[in-house]
């Protein structure tokens, strides 16, 4: 294997880098965007209960606010809800730009690696097809090894980069489709909790005294 790298040539470093890279985004954000931690599936009929028993107070709130993303929306329209409908719509539309920004972390630099890594390779290739031509100019046709070394970088740097390539758009196109879907469903609950409110009541978040 690190022979392999080693002839690969100074170019392999950056793609060796980009590889660690994938790697370790890739199992953060699995990590990080479970939809139970993210979007839990009975947070808005806990909220509910809370409203429909008057429990509904800023320790709640902070409460509600920290336990995850959905929460964190929800909590802002809760704290706007007694403005009207347009202005608690607003509150949660700027928490959820907020929370999605938090979302995609990362994962435009999967995107990123996915784009440059077959361009390092390409290069490689290039360098390599120099030196052949160069040792071709020089030494002739003769010299087997030369021409050899220089076919052998240009392929080993066009594999590597695809090699790290592929993983990484197959994960950004994986977590990018995954985000959406979260966004989907924080945002048919978040419309949920709106028609609830303004179609039935309205809840004025107590404050402490």
Known sequence: ?????????????????????????????????????IAPRHLLAQVWGWIKNNELNAERLKELKQSSQLGEILSAGLSNSRYGREIMKDSIEEAA????????RFVGILGTIAAVTPLLGLLGTVLGMIEVFNAIMIQGTGNAGVLAGGISQALITTAAGLCVAIPAMIFHRYFQRHIDSLVVTMEEEAIKL??????????DVKTKS
């Open 97 to 104: 730009n907020k929370v999605v920004h938090e979302l995609e």
């Open 1 to 37: 294997m690190f022979e392999v790298i080693a002839a690969g040539g100074w170019l392999m470093l950056p793609i060796i880098l980009c590889s660690i890279a994938v790697v370790a985004i890739s199992a953060e954000r699995y990590w990080s965007l479970n939809p139970n931690k």
């Open 194 to 203: 709106v028609d609830a409110l303004h179609s039935d009541r309205r809840v």
